[in-house]
């Protein structure tokens, strides 16, 4: 569970190379605009353009387990096929965690991926990876479901405060 926990919340670490920032200026305060286009070029230029393999570069700089990078490979819109298929549910847990939230908080899984069509359906290739992925998503959502007590409609901003409850850190792999 901590694993899973860890996993979604450093996920995104590297979208800020991706970002269109003038698109939230309310995340960009107080700094503004050009400071956080300063940060977001000194992250492309020591990274690259990819910022899932930036986040897993990040991670793997501060030690984070194998176990965490590994979950946080498989958060990955593209990925679904592959997340659907295999038996690790943390992995599936993951990927869908990752579809129930926007900028702004928890959201239903089609209000997820509408956002995501809004945001990136611009991009070449995108209609055709949401074809397969936006279905592969709802059967996603049925097999964690089919082994859960909850619903998907549980799921709410509300219900996933965490009252102080997470107080833990990053597990760190073994100093050679």
Known sequence: RENIVLACLVHDLGNIIKFSLERFPEFLMPEGLSYWQGVQEGFVKKYGTDEHHATLCMLDEVGVSARIQELVDAVMFHYVEGNLQTSDMGKKIC?????????????????????????????????????????????????????????????????????GMLNMSLPLKASA
């Open 95 to 163: 990927a869908y965690a990752d579809m129930r939230v926007d900028p702004h908080g928890v959201v239903s899984l089609a209000e997820r991926l509408e956002d995501g069509r809004r945001r990136y359906g611009h991009k070449p290739g995108y209609d055709d990876v949401y074809k397969i992925s936006a279905p592969a998503f709802y059967e996603l959502e049925k097999q964690i479901f089919s082994k859960s007590g909850i619903t998907p409609g549980d799921i709410t901003d509300q219900s996933i405060k965490l009252d």
